[in-house]
């Protein structure tokens, strides 16, 4: 079965085909982040225009590098949230379009559980499993009964891992996206332990049960800086960024371990944007469990994993003509601790 894939939540323009649910024939993305550099961050309404620009251009080329006319493809799946509401408003009207022109059936997906989908490309896991969703507006820890199935058991109850990082780059100085270019300059650090025991130690938040916060751990970033002389920080900035990141790193690899101990699963696959960070994903692939990860080009957002979550969502559907009904509606929050 053929997937059309569609997304546009945020600041990525992307369309992929993918052959039932794992095989990615071909995957296509326009990224808006030199538009949005000099602004540090997404602006919301440039955003949608852009996407509103570039959508049908990529969508060809999707289909252009996979030899295929929308004739053969079987169903369109659309990101319809969380996201961006004017982003996800235009690559949802493009999809409903095209499925109704050409008589499809069309997928609403889930951004989050596209994520999670993110795991099956181009490998076998299956579930059950517990998954780390860690993004720039989300980090969750969602128990995977099925392909269906997806409930979130914690959540963060401030900022997300993401933002944390984005946060902590501008103290830092670095440019947009900071996420990426914090891990690069905590690269530059020369520390093999597992476990960082440096000069520059953060506190590990304490939150019940399964949830996170992060805002305090980018507080005390924060201090650190007030608290150092301008040569110090500057001097040390390569140090912070990996004793933040390792931080960061530990608390992840902390509460998975109690999800682990609470449900008996022990196959973890962890997701979302941040699962591209090279400290979390040594200390991930060094547990005594196995532990999957999208590829890199995987793990920010792409078209190829709501395509595969179409999928999914379409073959466990019991009523399928209901992906005929292109009525359903963009949301910018989740209301439910279901992503299936």
Avoid at 160 to 169: H, I, L, M, Q, T
Wanted: glycine residues 8%; aromatic residues 8%.
């Amino acid at each position: 079965m053929l997937i059309l894939g569609i997304e546009s939540s945020c600041d990525e323009s992307a369309a992929a085909v993918v052959k039932d649910g794992r095989e990615v024939i071909s995957n296509y993305l326009h990224s808006q982040i030199e538009d949005h550099k000099d602004w540090g961050g997404v602006i919301p309404e440039f955003a949608s225009r852009l996407h509103y620009k570039k959508i049908n251009n990529v969508i060809s080329k999707t289909l252009s590098d996979a030899n295929l006319s929308l004739n053969e493809i079987d169903a369109i799946a659309v990101t319809h949230g969380p996201g961006l509401i004017g982003s996800l408003l235009v690559g949802m009207n493009v999809a409903k379009t095209l499925a109704w022109v050409h008589n499809k059936p069309l997928v609403p997906v889930n951004h989050l559980m596209g994520h999670i989908c993110s795991n099956f490309l181009d490998s076998d896991i299956e579930p059950s499993f517990i998954c780390l969703l860690a993004s720039g507006g989300h980090t969750q820890i969602v128990r995977v009964n099925s392909y269906s199935e997806m409930v979130i058991s914690g959540e963060t109850i401030d900022d997300a891992a993401g933002e944390a990082f984005d946060k902590v780059a501008r103290l830092l100085d670095l440019p947009y996206p900071g996420g990426p270019e914090l891990d690069r300059l905590a690269q530059g650090f020369n520390f093999s332990e597992s476990v960082y025991k440096g000069k520059y130690k953060f506190p590990i938040p304490k939150v019940k049960e399964l949830n996170f916060s992060f805002s305090g751990l980018k507080t005390s970033v924060l201090r650190l800086k007030e608290k150092l002389c301008e040569a110090e920080w500057s001097e040390n900035r390569t140090e912070i960024a990996f004793a933040f990141q390792d931080c960061v790193a530990q608390v992840l690899k902390k509460k998975i371990e109690t999800a682990i101990e609470d449900s008996g699963i022990e196959q973890v696959i962890i997701a979302g944007g941040v699962a591209a960070n090279s400290r979390i994903r040594k200390i991930f692939n060094e547990m005594n469990i196995k532990v999957t990860m999208p590829s890199l080009k995987y793990c920010t957002d792409n078209a190829a994993m709501i395509a595969s979550a179409g999928y999914y969502k379409y073959l466990s559907s019991q009523e399928k003509e209901i992906y005929y009904n292109y009525g359903f509606e963009a949301f910018s929050k989740l209301t439910t601790n279901s992503l299936g």
